[in-house]
């Protein structure tokens, strides 16, 4: 076990230094510049490649580079825990040393390797750490059972729960205890050995709303002492945990809400209803994420396919566009991955199937050359453009002199609209370099399942 007495030192020798950082002036006390045009892709290791190895998904790289990826979200690289087990290899989630690497995926040097392979591409890595439960195997549960928490009624300690203290089906992993602030350090220690070890990044934080705030902000203020630059991802909407230090939050009721106008029709007033709460409430400078797929959705909800029909690239378009968001893509998306691929086994992504990388490169490249979709407060205002059709989302983004006019139809037929209260002048569309000359009131033609994005000429 690590020396809470080192982390207790390192922590107080990087206080002050951190407590400039926080309170600078600027409108972006933490984010680093580099995330202000950025996306993100997740990397499931074990299901990337047939050998299911970071030698194997570095090869990959070039590629993700030329497609304009900008942050690897790896999923744990951690020993899965044996005792418990679900299935033939274990769930990611399931750890049994958190610095530790995963000998199935490769060793030390492979994923310092893949590391040093991506910043030299210019690609961020951030990791999946999973602070609520380990595995039973886990080394605390001989060194420090205290670690984990207990029933109140039977003393035994407890499977995992959500992050809204709810039993689950997790009977692989044991929870911890945040009422141990021993425990609370110990973890701190482990996500430093990453930054000090492998130089990644940041962190992709599961179940983030399992941990209190007060826990995020110390950890936070202590990792960002280490790495001024550290980008923080939280599985939460929980909104207090963008005071806590995290740049990003996860944008779940969104996903569920496209899930609905784009896969079941329901009306797209729903997407206006969500921007309206999230102008009363979200934090001028948080960002979101927003995607159409993840490793959740796939494997326990099903494929893009099955949830939104036709409607995968209009709805990633829209994930690229909207106010506060960051946009995800998740492992195999960019060839249509068909199949949810299984959680505890092997199950290769198939790679055969026709790119949409020219898609996927243009979208990011939207995102990126435009100063209105910047993320955060670097980002523009978004304003509704009015269809009186209920399967058509329009909007416009600004800032200054750029804007970004877009037109998402979910429906599988051609219509033509009529819009009103569109920015005028000389655009162009981003996606096939055609001019068009955008009145205030118009009529413009949606192809089925269509989406006409344009900037300015």
Known sequence: MKKIALLIIVLNSFACNQATIVNDSSHHPFHPEWSKHSNIYEVNIRQYTPEGTFNAFEKH???LKEMGVDILWLMPVQPIGKIKRKGILGSYYSISDYSAINPEFGSKKDFLELVKTSHNLGIRVILDWVPNHTSWDHHWMSEAPDFYFRDPQTGIISNGRDDHNNPTDWTDVAELDYENPAMQEEMRQEMLWWLEEFDIDGFRCDMAGGQSDEFWEETILFLRGVKKELFMLAESEHLPL????????????FH???NKVAGDMESVKLLDDYLEKQRASFPEDGYRMYFIDNHDENSWNGTVKSRIGNNAHPAF???CTMLNGMPLIYSGQEVGLDKSLRFFSRDTISWETPSQGKFYSKALSLKKSQSSLANGNWGGTQDRILVENNSVYAFYRSKGSNKVVVFINFSDEQIEINYKNSVKGKFK???TGDNITLKKNGTLTLGPNDFKVFTKA
């Open 317 to 319: 378009i829209l994930c």
């Open 256 to 258: 569920h809400l496209l």
């Open 242 to 253: 963008h005071n806590s230090g995290f740049d990003m939050t996860y944008g779940w009721e």
């Open 61 to 63: 790289l070039p590629r």
């Open 429 to 431: 569309n981003w996606f």
